[in-house]
């Protein structure tokens, strides 16, 4: 029974920062496609950042410059370091893993990934 844990949520005026966390076990995230997803009220679930079974990771435009995705392989946990917050950027947040179909429209989208987070609140003020 694979599990995605989600931490690091919280309120946080604009400007500061946040870390997220997302746990898996028993499950890899080495070789495996994932990502951050985020959705507001009344918004679709939109993409933070997906990283391929590669490694190779793409942000979200919103996302860019801004955000940064890190894997920590001996804690298979993966990070989600937000910097420069903004009230836009307030959603429930949460990490997907093993990819089986394409990009969700809502938050989880179970059709489009096999695991998801419980997700986790992020208010900016």
């Known amino acids: 029974h694979v599990q995605l844990v989600e931490s690091g949520g919280g309120s946080v005026q604009t400007g500061g920062s946040l870390r997220l966390s997302c746990t898996a076990s028993p499950f890899s995230f080495t070789n495996t496609d994932m990502g951050w997803y985020r959705q507001a009220p009344r918004n679709e679930c939109e993409r933070v950042s997906t990283?391929?079974?590669?490694?190779?990771?793409h942000y979200g435009d919103a996302a860019k410059g801004r955000f940064t995705r890190s894997l920590d392989k001996a804690k298979n946990t993966v990070y989600l370091q937000m910097n420069s917050l903004k009230p836009e950027d307030t959603a429930v947040y949460y990490c997907?893993?093993?990819?089986?179909?394409?990009?969700?429209?809502?938050?989880?989208?179970?059709?489009?990934?096999?695991?998801w987070g419980q997700g986790t609140q992020v208010t900016v003020s």
């Open positions: 990283t391929d079974m590669f490694g190779r990771t």
């Open positions: 997907a893993a093993s990819l089986i179909g394409s990009i969700p429209t809502v938050c989880p989208d179970w059709d489009q990934y096999n695991y």
